[in-house]
């Protein structure tokens, strides 16, 4: 445990303000990916063990439920994006006490909200398999009965989910990316062993699934907890004074606000995408679903920078140095680029086999081949606008990135879909939309970082400019 500045920190934090900034942003970044590499790895578990072991309707049920589940999750993660961002700015200030009520806010106001989410996202999932085009059948193993059982069982489950991602903001924010590693681990060993019991011993199906990840992500919310209560830092938790700060409320609200409405519009919105999708056979549903669990591995890279540049820049702007936070924006969009470039020549070469490890039916692998193929090489389009979306909404500005992707990944790409699909009944339509929707996120994003006076209009969380901040 160290003092710094009037705030007490672990030697596991991560003080952002100084040293070199790629290693900082490398350093913070390894764990956050090796942590959603386990995540998404328990997740592959689940389409692995359905896929193979279960069947072709289950496996394409709780490969193709993602963009509901993320239209809940989205939006609760905007409210952690905000807290973080604020928690990050009284980090960098080295204000104790704006910190402590801060977290305090946090958690309290999570504890509602997941009461409040677990009621609505269970009583919905009839309307959203609805909007979704789900297909249904007289023979009780439909996609739709399927994914209906699997939906129920984790939203009712899925408050595990959002204290482990609030308790994993609050510690990233303050530059600690290991104990949330150490929780994803943890979740990632208790999900596999629970899968495999509930489905090859218990020959459960894809209930057995959805109670295997809502029991490790319980286990991975109760870790995070308990190391934050018996913390001796200044964002530990300390339950009987928690309490909600309405003025610190209203900042994570600002920032939180607009990031939640445009994670979960954009995954809402991934919906009808999928929809598309279901007009056409179960060969390729399960082809999309297999993509879709690659196309999660390959963007994890990508995600882990933005969340270490949005860190960054949240703790330099609240220290009163904008400059080092631009800095941090061009070491993360480099470093993103390397890896992204060198993911995507193996995805082409080995699509076949990649598609295969989920669901070696043919006509799958060549649907899920197709889909690897024409869209991967566009994840470097992706990249640039995740980064700087990170950069803007660590320096409190959300607005924009909201207004941007909503504009791009939702408005675009769903007149793209309506107007493209009624001229073509090919496959090869839906496959663009992501391309061409990144694409036109990113020229708008590269052109309001270069030239809107967003940094002129940022108000300092800690009410100070930067110039102030720096000499005080």
Known sequence: MAEEGGIKRHHTDIDMTRGSIPWLLIGFAIPMLIGNLFQQLYNTVDSYVVGNYVGQSAFAAVGNVGPILNTAIGFFSGFATGAGVVIGQYAGAKDEKRLEDTVSTTIAVSLILCVVFTVICTLSVPFMLDIMNMPDSADGDSVRQNAAIYLRIYFLGMTGLMLYNIGAGILRAVGNSVIPLIALVISAVINIVLDLSFVLGLHMGADGVAYATIIAQACSAAYILFYLTRSRASYRIVWRKLHIDRAILSKII???????????????????????????????????????????????????????????????????????????????????????????????????????????????????????????????????????????????????????????????????????????????????????????????????????????????????????????
């Open 254 to 472: 600002r920032i939180g606000i607009p990031t939640a409405v445009q994670l979960a519009i954009t995954a809402f919105s991934n919906v009808f995408v999928q929809s598309y999708i279901n007009a056409f056979d179960k060969d390729c549903m399960a082809g999309w679903a297999s993509y879709n669990k690659i196309d999660a591995f390959a963007m994890l890279p990508m995600q882990s920078i933005s969340l270490a540049v949005t860190t960054f820049v949240s703790q330099n702007y609240g220290a009163g140095q904008p400059e080092r936070s631009r800095k941090g924006a061009t070491a993360g969009i480099i470093i993103s680029l390397i890896i992204t470039v060198t993911l995507i020549i193996p995805i082409m070469f080995f699509a076949d086999g990649l598609v295969a490890i989920f669901n070696d039916e043919g006509r799958t692998v060549e649907f899920g081949a197709l889909f690897l193929r024409y869209i991967s090489p566009f994840y470097v389009l992706c990249l640039y606008n995740q980064i700087i979306a990170g950069v803007l909404r660590g320096a409190g500005e959300s607005r924009a990135p909201m207004l941007i992707m909503l504009g791009s990944f939702v408005v675009f790409r769903q007149v793209y879909l309506f107007t493209l699909s009624r001229l073509s009944s090919s496959v090869m339509v839906i496959t663009f939309a992501y391309p061409a929707g990144w694409a036109l996120c990113s020229l708008l994003m590269f052109l309001y970082y270069k030239f809107a006076p967003w940094e002129a209009r940022h108000l300092e969380i800690t009410g100070k400019k930067p110039a102030e901040a720096a000499q005080s």
